[in-house]
C-alpha cells in the first residue's frame, strides 16, 4: 500500500473513531437527562397522589383520584390492598398487565413495553383501611423513544457530514508528506538512470522538515559529486603519474634487447635507469596506498608524549643517512596527547622536503604559547615561488622547474602531511621567499578537541 494511501486511510480511521465515540457519549448522556427528567416529573407526580390519597375517606372512589393522576400515557393501580380494593386506572391498551422489574427495595425501574421504554415508580401509601399498599405509577416513554430517534439520525448525520472535510484534509495531508518524497524519489531515480547528480528544488525560506530534508539531499549529492569528482581526478592523475616511470622503464627495456648484450655501456645505463624509475614507482604506490588509507580514516591513536622527544627520535635517522645538518631548536619536555607515529611520519616528509630541496642546514623549532604547539621546519633553500604556494598541497603538484628536472619526487609527500596534520587535529601552514628559503610550520592545539563520535 502506497504511504499516501497509508496515511490517508489512518487519519481518517482515527477521526471516524473520534466521531463515533464522541457521538455514543452524546447519546448516552442524552438518554440519561431524559430519563432523570421524565423521572422528576413522575417522582411529583407520585407525590401529589400520594397526598389525595391520604386524604380520602371510606366514601371517595379511589379509582377517579388515580385516573386524575394518571400520566399522559400509562397506568396507575394500587397493589397488596385487600381483596377488590386493588383499583387501577390505564389509558393504554394491555398496559394493566405489564409487571415492572423492580429489585429489592429499589422504587423505581426503567423498562421496555413493546419496543417503547417504560418508566416506573412505586411508592408505599397508607390506605383508607390503615393498611400500607403499593401505589405504582406506569408511564410510556413515547417522547424520549421519538427524541432519541431524531437524535440519532442528527448524530449519523453530522458524522456524514464531518467526515467530507476530514477524507478532505487527510488527502491533502496524505499528499503534504508524500510530495517532497516522490520529488526525492523520482530525482534520485533520475540521478541513478543518468548517472548525474541531481538536486531538487528547495524553497529558501523553507524551514519545516521536508525543506530541511530537501537541503540535507542537496547537500549529500552535491558532497558526492564533490568526491566522484575528486576520485575521477586522483585516479587519472596516479594513472599518468605511473604512466611516465613505466614509458621510461619499457623504452629502457626495449634498448636493452636491442643491444644492450653487445653495448656493455648501454646495458648499464638502462638498467640504472629501469632501477630508479622501479624504485620512483613504488614509492609512488606506496604514497597512493596511504592516501587510500588516510580516505578511509584510520584511526589516529593518541596518548600522551613528549613532542621534544619525538622531533630528535625523527632527526637521528636522518643525520645518519644524510650529510647535512639538522639542528633541534627549543627545551623540551613539551608534553600533550598525539598520535607520535603519524607524527613522526609528517616531520620525516618536511624534513625529506627541505633535504631535498635545499643545500644548506635544516632547523626544527619548537615553542608554544597558550593554545598551540609550534613545531617549524626552516630551509634555507630555493624556495617556492608565491603562485605555486596555494597548490603546493594538492595530490601530484610540483613546481615546474622540479617537474622538469625530475628530481625523484611524486608530488604526494605535502598532500599526505596536510591529510595527517589535520588528523592529528593541527594545521599545516608554509611560507617561503625564492632564493632564501621555506619553512614549513605545523600547529598542534594544546587541548586535542575531540572529533570523533
Ligand atoms: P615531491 O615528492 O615532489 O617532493 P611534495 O608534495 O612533497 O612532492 O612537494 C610538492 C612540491 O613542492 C615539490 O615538488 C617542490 O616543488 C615543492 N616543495 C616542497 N617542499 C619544498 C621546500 N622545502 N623547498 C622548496 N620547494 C618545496
Known amino acids: ?9 489512518f487519519s481518517t480511521l482515527l477521526m471516524l473513531i473520534v466521531l463515533t465515540l464522541t457521538n455514543i457519549g452524546v447519546y448516552f448522556l442524552f438518554e440519561k437527562m431524559a430519563y432523570d427528567t421524565e423521572y422528576n416529573q413522575l417522582s411529583q407526580r407520585s407525590d401529589e397522589l400520594t397526598a389525595s390519597l391520604s386524604q380520602m375517606n371510606g366514601k371517595t372512589d379511589p379509582s377517579a383520584v388515580l385516573r386524575a393522576y394518571i400520566p399522559p400515557s400509562g397506568a396507575v393501580r394500587i397493589i397488596g390492598a385487600k381483596e377488590g380494593k386493588s383499583p387501577s386506572v390505564q389509558n393504554v391498551e394491555g398496559i394493566q398487565n405489564f ?3 423492580l429489585q429489592g427495595n429499589q422504587r423505581y425501574s426503567i423498562d421496555r413495553y413493546e419496543g417503547v421504554p417504560v418508566l416506573t415508580i412505586s411508592v408505599p401509601v397508607i390506605w383508607t383501611d390503615g393498611e400500607v399498599v403499593e401505589l405504582q405509577m406506569i408511564h410510556l416513554l413515547n417522547d424520549v423513544k421519538q427524541n432519541l430517534k431524531t437524535l440519532i439520525l442528527i448524530l449519523v448525520a453530522v458524522t456524514l457530514i464531518a467526515m467530507i472535510p476530514i477524507i478532505m484534509s487527510s488527502i491533502a495531508l496524505g499528499r503534504i508528506v508524500t510530495q517532497p518524497i516522490e520529488k526525492l ?22 524551514k519545516d522538515e521536508m525543506a530541511q530534508m530537501g537541503r540535507t539531499f542537496n547537500d549529500m ?3 558526492l559529486e564533490r568526491n566522484f569528482n575528486q576520485q575521477e581526478q586522483f585516479v587519472s592523475n596516479a594513472s599518468h603519474e605511473l604512466k611516465t616511470p613505466l614509458t621510461v622503464i619499457e623504452s629502457y627495456a626495449r ?5 644492450g648484450f653487445d653495448d656493455r655501456a648501454v646495458a648499464k645505463e638502462s638498467i640504472g635507469a629501469i632501477l630508479s624509475e622501479s624504485v620512483r614507482m613504488k614509492e609512488m604506490i606506496e604514497q597512493l596506498l596511504q592516501l587510500a588509507r588516510n580516505d578511509e580514516q584510520v584511526a589516529f ?8 622527544e619525538q622531533v630528535e627520535m625523527t632527526l637521528q635517522p636522518m643525520r645518519q643517512a644524510y650529510d647535512r645538518k639538522f639542528f633541534l631548536a627549543g627545551e623540551g619536555p613539551v608534553l600533550t ?3 607520535p607515529e ?17 643545500e644548506k642546514e635544516i632547523t626544527i623549532s619548537i615553542s608554544e604559547d597558550e593554545a598551540h604547539i609550534s613545531l617549524a621546519v626552516t630551509d634555507y633553500g630555493k624556495g617556492i615561488p608565491e603562485a605555486s604556494l596555494p597548490r603546493i598541497f594538492d595530490r601530484f603538484y610540483r613546481v615546474d622547474e622540479d617537474r622538469n628536472r625530475k628530481t625523484g619526487g611524486t608530488g604526494l609527500g605535502l598532500a599526505i602531511a596536510k591529510e595527517l596534520a589535520n588528523g592529528l587535529g593541527g594545521e599545516l601552514q608554509v611560507e617561503s621567499v625564492v632564493g632564501v628559503g621555506t619553512t614549513f610550520r605545523l600547529l598542534l592545539p594544546k587541548e586535542r578537541i575531540l572529533t570523533e563520535s
Do not use: C, W
Request: proline letters at 3%; a positive charge; glycine letters at 2%.
Open 255 to 259: 634498448l636493452l634487447t636491442r643491444r
Open 301 to 308: 591513536q593518541f596518548k600522551q608524549v613528549d613532542i621534544y
Open 1 to 9: 500500500m502506497k504511504l499516501k494511501t497509508k496515511i490517508h486511510l
Open 99 to 101: 409487571q415492572p422489574h
Open 337 to 339: 596527547m598525539t598520535d
Open 342 to 358: 603519524k607524527l613522526r611520519q609528517l616531520l620525516y616528509i618536511l624534513l625529506d622536503n627541505a633535504r631535498k630541496y635545499s
Open 221 to 223: 549529492m552535491e558532497q
Open 185 to 206: 524519489m523520482k530525482t534520485m531515480t533520475h540521478s541513478r538512470q543518468s548517472g548525474t547528480y541531481e538536486k531538487i528544488k528547495v524553497p529558501t525560506e523553507g
